[in-house]
């Protein structure tokens, strides 16, 4: 059984700092492109940084600068530092496995609920 299980979400004043950790289960973790999306109320859900299984790192240009994305093999764990965070970053935060290659899977955690605001 796949798992992934967001963790870290919570209330921070603008300004302020939150890390984000995935933890996943049941999957060869070392061999998934994983990442971090975010979806505010009324939006689509949106690409917020990917580290790819080779450790390639790319962000959406909104928090270029302001977040990193690293992943742990041994702990099987995804993590997202946020820094500077902006009352625009307030959205429900989801941890993605993806596999790329002939047989492309996705798995999708439940999501962790960011709100910046003072």
């Known amino acids: 059984q796949v798992q992934l299980v967001e963790s870290g979400g919570g209330l921070v004043q603008p300004g302020g700092s939150l890390r984000l950790s995935c933890a996943v289960s049941g999957v060869i973790f070392s061999i998934y492109d994983m990442g971090w999306y975010r979806q505010a109320p009324g939006k689509q859900r949106e690409l917020v940084a990917v580290?790819?299984?080779?450790?390639?790192?790319n962000y959406a240009d909104s928090v270029k600068g302001r977040f990193t994305i690293s992943r742990d093999g041994a702990k099987r764990t995804v993590y997202l530092q946020m820094n500077s965070l902006k009352p625009e970053d307030t959205a429900v935060y989801y941890c993605n496995a993806h596999l790329t290659g002939p047989f492309p899977r996705d798995f999708w955690g439940q999501g962790t609920q960011v709100t910046v605001s003072s």
């Open positions: 580290i790819t299984s080779g450790g390639s790192r």
